[in-house]
T-cell receptor, first 112, second 115 residues
């Protein structure tokens, strides 16, 4: 089955700097890669996603890149703000499957 | 829309007790999921359902049961609670959009402590 590895497990950056979280997946049949943000005491919430036929997608300060050959994808957050502090999860879904496989999560802390 | 609702918010169980975690969604989504999240860890899929009357095991189904008699409701049953089931439980629902895109909407979670 699919396996998703996420790094780093914790990340601390200065406010205004950029943050990058990386994930690798094992099954080349995966074709959908969402990113979720989980704030303290809440359930995860989708923030951006990318399909396998696209190399990069951007939404204001966040972007996701996908390298199908290397089987890895990354989340980029620019001009970080205190409200970006949260746990971020990557996920992957194999084409035709009905479930996502999540990475282990990254705790991002933005230092003022 | 209320989205995905879960009850209770918090529960303490004694070893060997049983309970049902309730989950309901009002978005008419076909897919529903139960995850557990242990402290500092990621999400592990317990069970999922692709429609009323259809359920399937995830990666950690032992000690749990589910049913899906309606589109809206997806309860999770713990029959004999064990300390290893201490966790935060999240229910989610989704639908498959065009091109395989899927947004899972998560409930606020149920925190369960087994002593």
């Amino acid at each position: 089955g699919e396996n998703v590895e996420q790094h780093p497990s914790t990340l601390s950056v200065q406010e205004g700097d950029s943050a990058v979280i990386k994930c690798t997946y094992s099954d080349s049949a995966s074709n959908y890669f969402p990113w979720y943000k989980q704030e303290l005491g809440k359930g995860p919430q989708l923030i951006i996603d990318i399909r396998s036929n696209v190399g990069e997608k951007k939404d204001q300060r966040i972007a996701v890149t996908l390298n199908k050959t290397a089987k890895h994808f990354s989340l980029h957050i620019t001009e970080t703000q205190p409200e970006d502090s949260a746990v971020y999860f990557c996920a992957a879904r194999i084409q035709g499957a009905q479930k996502l496989v999540f990475g282990q999560g990254t705790r991002l802390t933005i230092n003022p | 829309n209320a989205g995905v609702t879960q009850t209770p918010k918090f529960r303490i169980l004694k070893i060997g007790q049983s309970m049902t975690l309730q989950c309901a969604q009002d978005m008419n989504h076909n897919y529903m999921y139960w995850y557990r999240q242990d402290p500092g860890m990621g999400l592990k899929l317990i069970y999922y359902s692709v429609g009323a009357g259809i359920t399937d095991k995830g990666e950690v189904p032992n000690g749990y049961n589910v049913s899906r008699s309606t589109t809206e409701d997806f309860p999770l049953r713990l029959e004999l609670a064990a300390p290893s089931q201490t966790s935060v439980y999240f229910c989610a629902s989704s639908y498959l959009a065009g091109g395989g895109r899927e947004t899972q909407y998560f409930g606020p979670g149920t925190r369960l402590l087994v002593l």
